[in-house]
């Protein structure tokens, strides 16, 4: 693909050598079970280059909100749905800076096992007797601080010939209108979701695709996908059945207490109550600290996709990982007993009315040991929570009146966002209740 041009060392000045980026190589356990190698460049050094700017690298992704929205309403107009997967995304995009790698010993061994004719002559040793290869990128090498960038803005400009308009609420969600219907297409870096009344416009847009990415993009089609971690099962009528069993399970393996038992809720009534500590002896150990943070940041991932239904519990967790107790543990394991007992319980959308939306706001007063209230939001487009949080307040409040309020104020950015959102899908909202 072109990714490199090798460079003589002679030709290269002592300051570009030092800003060359170190080669490394991973090998990684694919979820199909097979072992994939994949070498990266380092690029943390980038990160001390003259006028770097970590805006400048940033890459955006569709957001869990606009994608559940697009996935609900998918359902709605029982659309034909399918998944993409570039392969090699990053090399596709054409690296826009200067930018030297080294590879060293086996990496540059094997440079010149693939290529002698191209790599061997501008192969030296250093002095501890090492291969060492220079070579210039000429592609987004994954791990360079703007690989993402730079293929988003690849694939931006692709789409938009094509027809496609961005959403303007939302990066990685964009439209055409196609044979009488809207085609949507939403993307998390490589991973792509199109739906289209027909299935015939899909299969030709995979084809478009193919053309310029190669023929090796991989796609499901049907009514069941897996994508970005969550189970979509579009079976129903005019519904979509949302889950992450999978990923439940694979908490469940890390977790480091086998869970036998079930609850009926995520948390018992006492949730927000935190006990006076008077020394340190009730603290976790360090080790077991650390497992309660890896769980509490898995089920807070869970918790914003496929099961809203344990955000309160999540939410107080997560304000407890820096120093939790033994309560803590106990109320960790009370959110892992309930999702024990309701495992195979998914998130179900439908659609009554694209023209009304439903929002549901309430507060609770001086929830919190520091007096700060609680503030719980859902929106649904008639069955199911499309848009959700539960959490805590920034600030101290006088009544339960006051309290309210900054609940709605909490709440009024998604409120506006979803109506827009909606709005610049193509539909006209009526009513945002």
Partial sequence: MATYTPMHPEKLTREEKSKALSALFFLTKKRSGNIKGRKIADGSKQRT???????????????????LIATAIDGYEEHDVCIMDI???????????????LLRGKLAEMMVKIDPGLYRKYVTMSAKGQPMLYVKLNKALYRLLRSALLFYNKLVGELEDMGFMLN??????AN????????????????LKVSHKSPAVN????KELAKIYGPGITVSRGKVHDYLGMDLDYTGHKNV?????????????????????????PAAEHLFKVADLDDDSKLLPEKQAQAFHH???????????ARPDIQTAVSFLTKRVRAPDEHDWGKLKRVLKYLKGTMHMKLTLSVDNMTTIAWYVDASYGAHMDLKG???????LGKGAVMSFSRGQKLNVRSSTECELVGIDDAMPQMMWGKYFIEAQGWTVEHNI
Avoid at 53 to 67: E, F, I
Avoid at 89 to 101: K, P, R, V
């Fill in 87 to 101: 392969p090699g995304a990053f090399l596709q995009a054409e690296n826009d800076e200067f930018i030297l790698m």
């Fill in 168 to 173: 303007p609420y939302d990066p990685c969600v």
């Fill in 374 to 380: 609680h503030t719980g939001m859902m929106m649904t």
């Fill in 49 to 67: 280059f003259e006028g770097y700017r970590k805006a400048d690298g940033t890459s955006p992704t569709v957001s869990t909100d606009g994608l």
């Fill in 241 to 265: 059945k949302i889950s992450m069993i999978k990923y439940l399970k694979k908490i469940f393996v890390t977790f480091p207490e086998e869970i036998t038992k079930t609850a009926e809720t």
């Fill in 176 to 191: 055409r209108d196609i044979e009488g219907s809207q085609q949507t297409v939403t993307w998390h870096v490589d991973d």
């Fill in 203 to 206: 299969t030709q847009t995979i």
């Fill in 295 to 305: 769980s509490v940041a898995q089920l807070l991932f869970l918790s914003m996709r």
